[in-house]
């Protein structure tokens, strides 16, 4: 800035620019060799490579023997699982053996009469036959078109057959009906009574008795309605069926029955005296059909 008053001030020059040198390079460095690396120990290195050959070996080592323990492992769970196996197969043996032996022990029991129920399914079909000279029994073995026929003896409605009415009476727990001798056959000591009525009929046994069968006789021995004696087939002779169970005058006419209560004959007589016991017998009801046609 001027000075309003005076001169001017004096011009003082600026120093001038000093030059600039590169810097020499170091002698010492361009003498230096670039860095070479660095070398492990020959001995360091075999070292790590035993060691390393060493650890595989022991991880080899337990390789196998993890996998012989897994296969005796394995070994040993198939011998379990076929032991199992062997347990169940017998359990079920077992248990199969047993069923076996429980069927036929309910067979056996199965075979087992039951006499009691026998005896009620029969007795509505057996009936005390009256005369004036005495009394029997007879049994329904056809009912048909509101009419019934019994069997009975031809001794327990002799009297009746020879008179002009041939009638009889018929009676079963306080049941009374009139009956008509229809035919007879004396040589087989069988006849026939027709009732007004359709009355429970038996059936007939269609296998043939053994020996040790069980039987069952009903009648009305004595008169005793509804009675019923059990006892076993003794023997089947021509034209006669033994059995042991007990009967009196009275059974004369009445059926003899097998398990199923089916009639396997007529009770006809017994053997008296002389130290004779259980000797009933019967006609067959084979005969009975053939004889009077009415099965």
Same mark, same amino acid.
């Given at each position: 800035?001027?000075?309003?008053?005076? %001169?001017?001030?004096?011009? /003082?020059?600026?120093? *001038? *620019?000093?030059?600039?040198?590169?810097? *020499?390079?170091?002698?010492?460095?361009? +003498?230096?060799?670039?860095?070479?690396?660095?070398?492990?120990?020959?001995?360091?290195?075999?070292?790590?490579?035993? +060691?390393?050959?060493?650890?595989?070996?022991g991880l080899?080592?337990?390789?196998? #023997?993890?996998?012989? #323990?897994?296969?005796?492992?394995?070994?040993?769970?198939?011998?379990?699982?076929?032991?199992?196996?062997?347990?169940?197969?017998?359990?079920?043996?077992?248990?199969? &053996?047993?069923?076996?032996?429980?069927?036929?022990?309910?067979?056996?029991?199965?075979?087992?009469?039951?006499?009691?129920?026998?005896?009620?399914?029969?007795?509505?079909?057996?009936?005390?036959?009256?005369?004036?000279? =005495?009394?029997?029994? &007879?049994?329904?073995?056809?009912?048909?078109?509101? #009419?019934?026929?019994?069997?009975?003896?031809?001794?327990?409605?002799?009297?009746?057959?020879? %008179?002009?009415?041939?009638?009889?009476?018929?009676?079963?727990?306080?049941?009374?009906?009139?009956?008509?001798?229809?035919? /007879?056959?004396? @040589?087989?000591?069988?006849?026939?009574? @027709?009732? +007004?009525?359709?009355?429970?009929?038996?059936?007939?046994?269609?296998? +043939?008795?053994?020996?040790?069968?069980?039987?069952?006789?009903?009648? %009305?021995?004595?008169?005793?309605?509804?009675?019923? %004696?059990?006892?076993?087939?003794?023997?089947? #002779?021509?034209?006669?069926?033994?059995?042991?169970?007990?009967?009196?005058?009275?059974?004369? =006419?009445?059926?003899?029955?097998?398990?199923?209560?089916?009639?396997? =004959?007529?009770?006809?007589?017994?053997? /008296?005296?002389?130290?004779?016991?259980?000797?009933?017998?019967?006609?067959p009801v084979d005969? /009975?059909?053939?004889?009077?046609?009415?099965?």
């Open positions: 800035m001027a000075d309003p008053g005076g %001169s001017p001030p004096p011009v /003082v020059p600026y120093p *001038p *620019p000093q030059q600039l040198h590169p810097v *020499p390079p170091d002698p010492s460095v361009l +003498a230096t060799s670039p860095a070479r690396p660095r070398r492990w120990p020959r001995a360091l290195l075999t070292a790590l490579v035993a +060691a390393l050959v060493a650890t595989s070996a080899a080592v337990t390789v196998v #023997r993890l996998r012989d #323990r897994l296969a005796d492992q394995q070994a040993s769970a198939a011998a379990s699982a076929r032991l199992a196996d062997e347990q169940i197969a017998a359990g079920v043996a077992a248990t199969n &053996g047993l069923a076996e032996r429980l069927g036929a022990l309910e067979a056996k029991v199965g075979e087992q009469p039951d006499l009691p129920k026998v005896a009620s399914a029969v007795q509505p079909s057996v009936f005390t036959i009256r005369t004036e000279q =005495g009394i029997g029994s &007879g049994f329904v073995l056809r009912t048909a078109g509101g #009419r019934s026929t019994l069997v009975t003896n031809f001794h327990v409605v002799e009297e009746a057959w020879a %008179s002009p009415s041939r009638e009889v009476m018929v009676a079963n727990e306080g049941r009374r009906l009139t009956g008509t001798v229809r035919r /007879v056959v004396e @040589e087989r000591d069988l006849a026939l009574v @027709e009732v +007004a009525a359709e009355l429970p009929a038996l059936v007939r046994a269609t296998t +043939a008795p053994k020996v040790g069968d069980p039987v069952l006789a009903i009648g %009305s021995p004595l008169g005793l309605a509804g009675s019923a %004696s059990s006892g076993i087939v003794s023997a089947v #002779r021509p034209g006669s069926l033994q059995f042991s169970a007990p009967v009196s005058p009275g059974n004369s =006419g009445g059926p003899v029955v097998d398990r199923r209560g089916h009639v396997l =004959g007529v009770a006809t007589a017994k053997l /008296v005296g002389n130290g004779a016991e259980g000797l009933s017998f019967a006609v005969a /009975v059909c053939a004889a009077l046609e009415v099965c």
